[in-house]
């Protein structure tokens, strides 16, 4: 406990942010533990340390009474003045001590709460940086993959963190070393530090991508209004324009493709319908049902709707299983009802 400890208190400020007072504090009652527990218990101190003089002082709390049934933590009122003689009865002495031990006592101790709160401080600026992350993507390389469960173990740059079997586009196989979009759902605190939800399926990965890929989302220009999904097979996302000059719908395709085709590369294959958002719910429900051509929309009631087309598009608008019109139904909020007519 000299200028060398005092020394690294000032840099664990200055490198992990720790401010001082806080480690301060922890080293006087962890060195307090550390006597008390070596004297059995028994022994009522005070630690104060003194980063000016970078001294480290012990001092034995004994009360003043009149009669002492306590050695250890009383003192009798002669006793008391012969320190100072304005010591009353109730008061507390303190009295310096300076036990042999005391030295290898502090340094283990002080060596115990450095490191812990280098551990506490390391696991808070874990958690601030995921829940700066958290709804982003983030790039994260493959460390391996459980052959039992499925899961996959990654490396998200800051920490390593599992994306879950769950979590992964069904049908996807990762191999060691593979760089892999990844979706932050979650970002929770516990003991050992954060627990963090990593994802491939959530519809939020698509809007990152789009966003990724379109300068005239990132401009504000273009709005994505929706994105639903069944990962690994489908996803619609309704998009905007606030500059008419501006086709919402080319501007996420890009030239040749481009950008639409890099957002299905990295989804593995997944089929994308890019959807015109309309603030008319019969022009808005037709275009959901792409790639089918709708003929009419009748609305019947508060979000439900009766869609009519030709016999020869009707398995093209249900689509393989009912998909189509059920991510149809999800994206523009209405249970659709779909007729030849």
Known sequence: MNNEFFAAIEMLEKEKGIPKEY???????????????????????KVVLDPVKKEVKMY????????????ITQ???????????????????????????????????????IIQAVRE????????????????????????????????????????????????????????????????????KETHGPIVTLSRTHPGLVKRLFELEVPEIQDGIVIIKGVVREAGSRSKVAVMSRDP?????????????????????????????IIKYSDEPEEYIAAALSPATVNHVVIEDERVC????????????????????????????YKIDIKTG
Do not use: W
């Not at 320190?83 to 002080?110: M, S």
């Open 306 to 333: 009766r869609v009519y087309v030709d016999p020869d598009q009707l398995s093209l608008a249900i689509g393989k299983e009912g998909q189509n019109a059920r991510l149809a139904a999800k994206l523009t909020g």
């Open 23 to 45: 480690m301060y504090e922890k080293v006087e009652a962890a060195l307090q533990s550390a006597y008390k527990k070596d004297q059995d218990g028994y022994s009522n101190v």
């Open 245 to 273: 000059n501006v086709d919402p719908i080319g501007a996420c395709v890009g030239p040749r493709s481009m950008r639409i085709q890099n957002i299905i590369d990295e989804l593995n294959g997944e089929k994308i319908d």
């Open 75 to 113: 003192i009798s009122l002669t006793e008391a003045r012969k320190i100072n003689p304005r010591y009353k009865i109730g008061d507390t002495v303190e009295i310096e001590l300076k036990p042999k031990n005391f030295r290898r006592l502090g340094a283990q101790a002080a060596k115990h709460v």
């Open 60 to 71: 034995q709390l004994k009360q003043v009474v009149d009669e002492i049934e306590d050695e």
């Open 121 to 188: 401080a390391e696991r808070g600026m874990l958690i601030k940086e995921y829940e700066n992350k958290r709804e982003e993507i983030i790039t994260a390389t493959v460390l391996r993959v459980d052959e039992v469960t499925g899961n996959a173990t990654v490396d998200t740059g800051t920490s390593i963190a599992t994306l879950i079997k769950s979590e992964q586009i069904p049908g996807e196989v990762y191999r060691e070393n593979q760089h892999i979009k990844v979706y932050v759902t979650e970002v929770r």
